[in-house]
């Protein structure tokens, strides 16, 4: 089952990481509209702001695949083999309170994009997670630096025991960013990033990365922004306005 959960993530991810593009306007839009994640809360956000949905985008893919295999069967031909479904993806990512976005924000003639992943962390990792997050909202400069080290080893390790992986993926860190603290209402935020380089087939693609965790009362969520990297500091922005306004799902 979790086996099954990671493929959804690392799919869909991939997918969206894929539509990424790079652009360099900044929005002068004011105006604003509420955006409903159904495990999280409300968030406010630009009004111009489009949100397309991975389960809206799963689910159209779905009926397509589905009316090609019932023309294939149609004509008597052998239909492919279907590890799972488009709407099994969809359905496993809300059951397991997973969304995957991708942000747009039209400007000056072109996009600005950014994959976006929110989840509510299960009850049976919450323990780690509020452990982890207590961890690094004591963190130093000095600690910080110690985990980003830590990190960077971690990672050398992989590649050296299996060299071959890097001949298909690797990924470069470029820097990592101060960590940042938040509060909003009842909840506290602690996000973490940096700026990588990712090399699939030796083909590089530059991003820039923040996550955001986000403990409130007992509850622990992650909320995370990729995006090209140039127009980091404008998500950056539009991310802290919005968690910093969110008002949260209230569970019973």
Same mark, same amino acid.
């Given at each position: ?14 997918? &969206? ?9 900044? #929005? ?5 509209? @509420? ?73 000056? $003639? ?21 452990? &982890? ?6 963190? @130093? ?17 992989? &590649? ?67 995006? #090209?990297?140039? @127009? ?11 968690? $910093? ?6 569970? #019973?």
């Amino acid at each position: 089952m979790q086996k099954n959960k990671l493929f959804v993530v690392i799919f869909v991810m991939t997918t &969206f990481l894929v539509m990424a593009g790079t652009a360099y306007g900044a #929005s002068k839009e004011n105006s604003t509209k @509420d955006w409903n994640i159904q495990f999280l809360g409300t968030l406010q956000v630009p009004a111009q702001l489009e949100i397309i949905d991975a389960k809206d985008v799963i689910t159209a893919i779905g009926k397509i695949s589905e009316k090609v295999e019932k023309e294939k069967a149609a004509k008597g031909q052998k239909q492919t083999a279907e590890v799972m479904s488009a709407q099994d993806i969809a359905a496993n990512l809300e059951k397991n309170n997973v969304g995957l976005y991708e942000f747009a924000l039209k400007n000056n $003639g072109t996009y600005n994009t950014a994959l976006v992943i929110a989840f509510k962390m299960p009850e049976e990792f919450k323990p780690t997670g509020l452990s &982890f997050f207590d961890n690094i909202q004591k963190m @130093d400069k000095k600690q910080q630096a110690e985990l980003q080290t830590q990190i960077i080893t971690g990672m050398n390790k992989v &590649f050296t025991e299996v060299p071959e992986l890097k001949d298909i993926f690797e990924m470069e860190i470029l820097e990592f960013y101060p960590f940042e603290h938040m509060t909003n209402k009842n909840a506290q935020i602690v996000s973490v990033g940096g700026s990588v380089a990712f090399r699939m087939y030796k083909m590089i693609q530059p991003s820039a990365f923040k996550v955001y965790f986000i403990k409130k009362n007992t509850q622990m969520y992650v909320f995370g922004v990729i995006n #090209s990297g140039p @127009d980091r500091k404008m998500w950056d922005n539009m991310t802290k306005e919005m968690l $910093g306004s969110a008002r949260w799902k209230v569970f #019973s």
